[in-house]
């Protein structure tokens, strides 16, 4: 059983729509990453975060500990966001390793 | 800055041939890694490294080495090349427990 669950594996939205990406783990945890590859591209960091919501332009990230689940949100969706969104954790006492999801493909369509 | 640069972007390779992949940073950071990305596969942790002079293995490090040069480098050997090792490398360096920063990557093609 990976230690990183993704959903959905892929999404498809219209332009303008509301997104929720969603990360489950099962194991503790010191830090949750969200990160962005375009097709093709490097890979870009998002957001860390341990606890609470984390705001960026349009992208929201939140976590619940207790849960041991967090979500990204994109509002007004457009375009450029089509990439795959990756959630990656730090497994307490794995220093500074991360495990990594397999990834959510975003596509939006103008 | 630069950030985090690899070479070479691209290479080919037979199978026995080896190779080395090339990271450096510029940001002055402690820790760096090496990971591998394979379709339908998330990133996996090749080897890293916490600072200068130390190395330790990830969760895929057989058929491969590495050599943390200095802070800035980091280089990922290949010694004799199997079709198996075909797939994206990405480089990646982070100050201790931070957020990490990616190289471009390099595709690599073992026949």
């Known amino acids: 059983k990976n230690e990183v669950e993704q959903s959905p594996q892929n999404l498809t939205a219209q332009e303008g729509e509301f997104i929720t990406i969603n990360c489950s783990y099962s194991v503790g945890i010191s830090a949750l990453h969200w990160l962005q590859q375009h097709p093709g591209g490097g890979i870009v960091s998002l957001f860390m975060?341990?606890?609470g919501k984390k705001k960026h332009g349009r992208l929201i990230a939140t976590i619940n500990i207790q849960e041991k689940h967090s979500s990204l949100h994109i509002t007004a969706s457009h375009p450029r966001d089509s990439a795959v969104y990756i959630c990656a954790v730090r497994v307490l006492g794995s220093n500074y390793k991360l495990t990594f999801g397999k990834g959510t493909l975003l596509t939006v369509n103008p | 800055n630069a950030g985090v640069t690899q070479t070479p972007k691209f290479q080919v390779l037979k199978t026995g041939q080896s190779m080395t992949l090339q990271c450096a940073q510029d940001m002055n950071h402690n820790s760096m890694y090496w990971y591998r990305q394979d379709p339908g596969m998330g990133l996996r942790l090749i080897y890293y490294s916490a600072s200068e002079g130390t190395t330790d293995k990830g969760e895929v490090p057989n058929g491969y080495n590495v050599s943390r040069l200095n802070k800035r480098e980091f280089s990922l050997r290949l010694e004799s090349a199997a079709p198996s090792q075909t797939s994206v490398y990405f480089c990646?360096?982070?100050?201790?427990?931070?957020?990490?920063?990616f190289g471009p990557g390099t595709r690599l093609l073992v026949l």
């Open positions: 990646a360096s982070s100050e201790s427990e931070e957020t990490q920063y």
């Open positions: 975060l341990s606890s």
